[in-house]
Nanobody, 125 residues
Framework: VQLQASGGGLVQAGGSLRLSCAAS????????MGWFRQAPGKEREFVTA???????????LYTTSVKGRFTISRDNAKNTVYLQMDSLKSEDTAVYYC????????????????WGQGTLVTVSS
């Protein structure tokens, strides 16, 4: 299984970035996908997640600090999950990781089965 995250970079505060995470080696439609981040000197934290299309119902979950600014989506035909980040702030600076899970505890990092390598997002103020 591989999760390949991309799209990170340097952006000014107030700007936007879109992260992508391409999955291979797994049945993508059976997995919920999440984004986590780890800022320098801090613990990894949950950012957002989107449920698996094979589950009944459809849901997304966001941590409070990114609600209204970040949007998660998935293209099941391309086995890819996206994170659109708008109105970026300096406190969004972190390495962003995508992950895949069959657990319904979407905001718990310990429940995720697979992790990508991370992509660095740097927001300058």
């Amino acid at each position: 299984v591989q999760l390949q995250a991309s799209g990170g970079g340097l952006v000014q505060a107030g700007g936007s970035l879109r992260l992508s995470c391409a999955a291979s080696g797994l049945t993508f439609r059976n997995y919920a996908m999440g984004w986590f981040r780890q800022a320098p000197g801090k613990e990894r934290e949950f950012v957002t997640a989107i449920s698996a299309p094979s589950w009944s119902g459809y849901s997304t979950l966001y941590t409070t600090s990114v609600k209204g600014r970040f949007t998660i989506s998935r293209d099941n035909a391309k086995n890819t999950v996206y994170l659109q980040m708008d109105s970026l702030k300096s406190e969004d600076t972190a390495v962003y990781y995508c992950a895949a899970t069959t657990s319904d505890e979407l905001n718990s990092g310990t429940g995720y089965d697979y992790w990508g390598q991370g992509t660095l997002v740097t927001v300058s103020s």
